[in-house]
C-alpha cells in the first residue's frame, strides 16, 4: 500500500462507525496468530486520565530497562502516533506494510463469511497494534482502552494488572446513563484472577467495581482507601505532591500540569506496587523518576511563553472541571478562550464552568462530524458578559483569540482532542 492509499482505506473504515464487541477482534486476531497472547501487558481504562496514567506507566516501565510498547488514542497529527514501541511511534512504511498485511487477512475472513461486519477503524488499529508489538518482540505493552472496556477491541488480552482511573459521565450513549452503568461497562477489563487498580473514589462507581472484582476473584487495590492519601501542596513551579501508599510515601511533582495529574501519578505508582508484587521488582527511585519525566500532548500543554497559550484536551465535564481548578490555582486570572467540542457532550454543565474564567470567548468548531456548530455551543451557554466570537475556522479563531490578548493575556485552546489535534496539525506553534 502507498501512503496515499492507506488514507483512504483507513477514511473508508471510518464510515463503519463505533460498533462495540469483541467477536470481530478475536476472529481477526485468530486469523493473525493471536499476536497479543505473545507479550505481557498492562490495561488501563477510565472516563478521564487513562492517557495520562498509560504514559507514566510506559515510562516506569521503560526506565526499568525493559522493551515496552504503548498503544492510546485517539492521535493529534497523525495516526502513527497511536502505536509507540521505546516511546518512538511507529515508522509510516512500516504502518503501511502492516495495514496491507490486515487488509488482506480481513478481505480473506469477509469473502468466507467468517466476520459478522467489516472490522471498524479501531479494531483494525488495535489488530495492527497487537502485530507491531509482537513482531518488535517487545517486552511489556501499556494499552489504553478506546472506549468503556467490556466490549472494547483491546479486551481481548489478558493482562499482569488491570487499571481503572476514574468514573464520569461521558458517551453515554453507548456505556449507560448511571455511574453504576458506566462503570460496569469500564469494569468489563477486570479478569478472573488478575489484581485490578482503581482510583475511583466512593460511591455508586466504586460500589459496581468492587462488586465485578469480587465475582471475579480479581484482588483489588484502592488508590485512595483506607490508610491512602494524597497530600497536595502549591508552590511558584505548580504543584507537589506526597502519595502513601501500600508500600510507603511518595514526594513527586509530575512534568503533566495540573493537580489531577497528582491523582493520575498516584494510580500509576499504585499500579506500579502491585506490578513489584505480583510480577517483578520495580524500584521507587526510577518509578518517581518516570514520573517526573513523563510528557504527554494535550494535557494542560504549554506551547507559547508570550503570551501564555495552553492547549486542553478538556472533553468532558471532570476535564473541564480539572482545567477550570488550574486556571485559578496556577495561572490565577481570565483567560481568554477558544473552546470547541462535539455535540453529544454535556455542552450546557462544560460551558457553564469553563466560562466562569474567561474574559473573551471564541467558539469554533472541530473538523469532524460529530462537531457541534459555534451557534449550538452558544445555544447551550449560560449568559456571559464578556465579548463571544463565533469562528467555525479553526486557524483564524486562534489568530483571533491571540488579537484579543493584546500580547498579554493568557490564552486557553481547549475541549475536543480533535480540536487539540487540529491546532497541532495547522502547526499554528510551530511542529
Known amino acids: 500500500m502507498t501512503p496515499s492509499e492507506c488514507r483512504d482505506y483507513l477514511g473508508h473504515l471510518e464510515h463503519f462507525g463505533i460498533k462495540l464487541g469483541l467477536e470481530n477482534i478475536s476472529t481477526l486476531c485468530a486469523a493473525l496468530g493471536n499476536p497479543q497472547t505473545s507479550f505481557l501487558s498492562v490495561h488501563v481504562a477510565g472516563t478521564n486520565g487513562k492517557g495520562s496514567v498509560s504514559a507514566m506507566l510506559e515510562q516506569i516501565l521503560r526506565e526499568h530497562g525493559l522493551k515496552t510498547a504503548l498503544y492510546t488514542s485517539p492521535h493529534f497529527v497523525r495516526v502513527e502516533e497511536r502505536i509507540r514501541v ?26 468466507e463469511g467468517k466476520l459478522s461486519y467489516h472490522p471498524t477503524y479501531f479494531e483494525v488499529l488495535t489488530a495492527l497494534a497487537f502485530l507491531e508489538f509482537a513482531e518488535r518482540q517487545i517486552d511489556v505493552a501499556v494499552l489504553e482502552v478506546g472506549m468503556g472496556g467490556r466490549f472494547d477491541a483491546t479486551n481481548v488480552v489478558r493482562p499482569l494488572v488491570s487499571v481503572i482511573t476514574t468514573i ?33 473514589r466512593g460511591g455508586e462507581a466504586l460500589r459496581e467495581i468492587r462488586r465485578v472484582a469480587r465475582v471475579r476473584s480479581a484482588p483489588m487495590s484502592e488508590v485512595f482507601g483506607r490508610g491512602r492519601a494524597l497530600e497536595t501542596r502549591m508552590t511558584r513551579g505548580g504543584y507537589r505532591f506526597v502519595y502513601t501508599g501500600a508500600d510507603g510515601r ?20 499504585a499500579a506500579a506496587e502491585v506490578l513489584s508484587r505480583i510480577w517483578r521488582p520495580l524500584d521507587r527511585t526510577k518509578v518517581l523518576k518516570a514520573i517526573r519525566e513523563t510528557r ?21 465535564v471532570e476535564g473541564v472541571t480539572a482545567l477550570v481548578t488550574y486556571v485559578k490555582e496556577v495561572i490565577g486570572r481570565p483567560v481568554v478562550l477558544v473552546f470547541g467540542a462535539m455535540k453529544d457532550k454535556d455542552l450546557r454543565s462544560m460551558t457553564r464552568t469553563l466560562f466562569r474564567v474567561a474574559s473573551t470567548i471564541v467558539l469554533t468548531r472541530v473538523p469532524y462530524k460529530r462537531s457541534a456548530s459555534p451557534e449550538e455551543l452558544l445555544a447551550a451557554s449560560p449568559p456571559f458578559k464578556g465579548r463571544v466570537f463565533l469562528e467555525p475556522d479553526t486557524r483564524t479563531a486562534v489568530r483571533l483569540a491571540l ?29
Open 250 to 269: 511518595y514526594a513527586f511533582a509530575p512534568a503533566l500540569a495540573g493537580r489531577h495529574q497528582g491523582v493520575n501519578a498516584s494510580i500509576a505508582i
Open 86 to 111: 521505546d516511546g518512538a511511534p511507529i515508522r509510516p512504511v512500516r504502518f503501511c506494510e502492516l495495514l496491507e498485511r490486515l487488509k488482506s487477512v480481513i478481505d480473506r475472513l469477509m469473502s
Open 403 to 431: 488579537a484579543e490578548s493584546r500580547g498579554r493575556m493568557p490564552v486557553v485552546i481547549a475541549g475536543s482532542l480533535f480540536l487539540i489535534g487540529e491546532v497541532k496539525r495547522l502547526k499554528l506553534f510551530g511542529s
Open 296 to 316: 504527554w500532548e494535550g494535557r494542560l500543554e504549554t506551547v507559547r511563553r508570550r503570551p501564555l497559550v495552553l492547549l486542553d484536551g478538556a472533553h468532558n
Open 168 to 200: 464520569a459521565k461521558d458517551h453515554q450513549q453507548h456505556l449507560g446513563s448511571t455511574l453504576r452503568q458506566i462503570a460496569f461497562e469500564k469494569a468489563g477489563i477486570i479478569k478472573p484472577g488478575v489484581p485490578v487498580v482503581c482510583g475511583v
